[in-house]
């Protein structure tokens, strides 16, 4: 972490060599204010994608600015952490700093701004400005979508069969520091046509245990029971997973969902290439026909199939993510953090997108940070904290109040 906050601006002692001390020490005052409490000599790949987004904060804050932009700065991060960066880009307001925050949380944005601009298209629709204008989420929506949303989440009648998937005391450990346990026993099911969310605070262990079940991804030493249409199956890589038909949509497209440099045609059909080759070759008319098929049905805004995947938004994006998992056919889809990084129109359309896929009879394990998405979307609420679950509810009895005061009683996690 020290290494990362300082490159290209190194603390150098008087012989001209690097200051290690002094580095470790400043870059551990600066997560400080970030609320980030890790050693600074902890490697960056052994830190969640949310602790990664606070040490690029503090890097921020390490070189002295006078202006800052941050880009999404809290996708990453839970409500407490979140509330906690805003305070402290408050607190830079009254010192003199002055702060440009892009971000689709709504709400955050009300809380923090003096102006909101709202930008669509890559052209500027209009500036709000607060004690002028009306500051309420329901307006910004409406200058972003070009219409009232009288619904943030589209309506569903759940028909929920049979269990799809079951895991019986579930147990992870870290694949780095051995005996540290990031999933504990955890038990859980879903079932035919049923959307169950998993919600938890950021290093509660939500990811680590959706790649664990998806061919063992991530973790060691991972036991002991998962059931597919009530038979027990043992999924120990990503090929076994998809051929069981498991997928698993990624919280990191750009890194880890999506080959930005390839075109849309290609990353569609990535996952399962064999259904559009004949004897280990592929057939580009098959191809392009399945490409062209998912941009119709997802929307997805391209002039070509052919495009780099790279040069599409956020939102778009997500969409070809989408299709290249839905291509592959799952009876069970785990999406994690579907929405992080996106536009309030694009995210009903991927709403729509997975009441589609339940209504087809599939099923949906949605790991989200966002509270409202997960009252919003889920029949049903796992929650997670400190690698268990502490907790399960129906969603006709779920709250935000509940599921934090589980959180908060279950342990130190909160």
Same mark, same amino acid.
């Given at each position: 972490?020290?290494?990362?906050?300082?490159?290209?601006?190194?603390?150098?002692?008087?012989?001209?060599?690097?200051?290690?001390?002094?580095?470790?020490?400043?870059?551990?005052?600066?997560?400080?204010?970030?609320?980030?409490?890790?050693?600074?000599?902890?490697?960056?790949?052994?830190?969640?994608?949310?602790?990664?987004?606070?040490?690029?904060?503090?890097?921020?804050?390490?070189?002295?600015?006078?202006?800052?932009?941050?880009?999404?700065?809290?996708?990453?991060?839970?409500?407490?952490?979140?509330?906690?960066?805003?305070?402290?880009?408050?607190?830079?307001?009254?010192?003199?700093?002055?702060?440009?925050?892009?971000?689709?949380?709504?709400?955050?944005?009300?809380?923090?701004?003096?102006?909101?601009?709202?930008?669509?298209?890559?052209?500027?629709?209009?500036?709000?400005?607060?004690?002028?204008?009306?500051?309420?989420?329901?307006?910004?929506?409406?200058?972003?979508?070009?219409?009232?949303?009288?619904?943030?989440?589209?309506?569903?009648?759940?028909?929920?069969?049979?269990?799809?998937?079951?895991?019986?005391?579930?147990?992870?450990?870290?694949?780095?520091?051995?005996?540290?346990?990031?999933?504990?026993?955890?038990?859980?099911?879903?079932?035919?046509?049923?959307?169950?969310?998993?919600?938890?605070?950021?290093?509660?262990?939500?990811?680590?245990?959706?790649?664990?079940?998806?061919?063992?991804?991530?973790?060691?030493? /991972?036991?002991?029971? $998962?059931?597919?249409? #009530? =038979?027990? !199956?043992?999924?120990?890589?990503?090929?076994?997973?998809?051929?069981? %038909?498991?997928?698993?949509?990624?919280?990191?497209?750009?890194?880890?969902?999506?080959?930005?440099?390839?075109?849309?045609?290609?990353?569609?059909?990535?996952?399962?290439?064999?259904?559009?080759?004949?004897?280990?070759?592929?057939?580009?008319?098959?191809?392009?026909?399945?490409?062209?098929?998912?941009?119709?049905?997802?929307?997805?805004?391209?002039?070509?199939?052919?495009?780099?995947?790279?040069?599409?938004?956020?939102?778009?994006?997500?969409?070809?993510?989408?299709?290249?998992?839905?291509?592959?056919?799952?009876?069970?889809?785990?999406?994690?953090?579907?929405?992080?990084?996106?536009?309030?129109?694009?995210?009903?359309?991927?709403?729509? /997108?997975?009441?589609? $896929?339940?209504?087809? #009879? =599939?099923? !949906?394990?949605?790991?989200?940070?966002?509270?409202?998405?997960?009252? %919003?979307?889920?029949?049903?609420?796992?929650?997670?904290?400190?690698?268990?679950?502490?907790?399960?509810?129906?969603?006709?009895?779920?709250?935000?109040?509940?599921?934090?005061?589980?959180?908060?009683?279950?342990?130190?996690?909160?």
């Amino acid at each position: 972490i020290g290494e990362n906050m300082f490159l290209g601006n190194e603390i150098k002692n008087k012989r001209g060599a690097i200051d290690w001390d002094k580095t470790y020490s400043e870059a551990e005052k600066h997560m400080a204010q970030v609320g980030l409490h890790e050693s600074a000599q902890t490697l960056i790949k052994d830190i969640g994608t949310g602790k990664q987004q606070l040490v690029e904060i503090a890097k921020a804050l390490s070189k002295d600015v006078k202006l800052l932009i941050l880009d999404e700065p809290t996708a990453s991060l839970n409500e407490s952490d979140s509330k906690a960066l805003l305070e402290l880009l408050l607190q830079f307001k009254r010192q003199g700093m002055t702060s440009i925050i892009i971000s689709h949380k709504l709400n955050e944005i009300s809380y923090v701004a003096d102006k909101i601009t709202i930008i669509c298209d890559g052209s500027t629709i209009e500036t709000l400005v607060k004690g002028v204008d009306d500051f309420s989420e329901e307006r910004i929506i409406k200058g972003m979508v070009g219409r009232d949303m009288s619904s943030r989440f589209p309506k569903r009648e759940s028909h929920i069969g049979e269990v799809m998937l079951e895991v019986k005391d579930w147990t992870v450990y870290h694949p780095q520091f051995e005996g540290r346990k990031v999933c504990d026993n955890v038990s859980m099911n879903v079932r035919k046509g049923e959307v169950v969310a998993i919600s938890g605070l950021m290093g509660a262990g939500r990811t680590e245990l959706a790649m664990s079940m998806f061919g063992h991804s991530y973790g060691a030493d /991972i036991s002991d029971t $998962l059931k597919l249409h #009530g =038979k027990e !199956v043992h999924l120990k890589t990503i090929k076994q997973a998809i051929e069981a %038909g498991l997928a698993y949509v990624t919280e990191d497209r750009k890194g880890n969902g999506l080959v930005l440099t390839n075109h849309i045609r290609v990353n569609t059909t990535l996952a399962r290439m064999e259904k559009v080759s004949r004897h280990g070759v592929i057939d580009f008319d098959a191809e392009r026909s399945v490409a062209e098929d998912y941009k119709n049905a997802l929307h997805t805004k391209t002039p070509s199939i052919e495009q780099n995947v790279g040069n599409l938004s956020g939102g778009n994006q997500q969409k070809v993510l989408l299709a290249k998992w839905m291509f592959a056919d799952p009876d069970v889809l785990i999406l994690d953090e579907p929405t992080r990084g996106i536009d309030v129109g694009a995210k009903y359309e991927i709403y729509c /997108i997975i009441n589609d $896929l339940v209504a087809e #009879g =599939k099923s !949906v394990i949605m790991i989200s940070s966002e509270l409202p998405e997960v009252l %919003g979307m889920s029949d049903r609420i796992y929650i997670m904290n400190e690698g268990r679950f502490v907790g399960e509810v129906g969603k006709e009895e779920a709250t935000s109040e509940l599921i934090m005061s589980k959180i908060v009683k279950s342990g130190k996690g909160a």
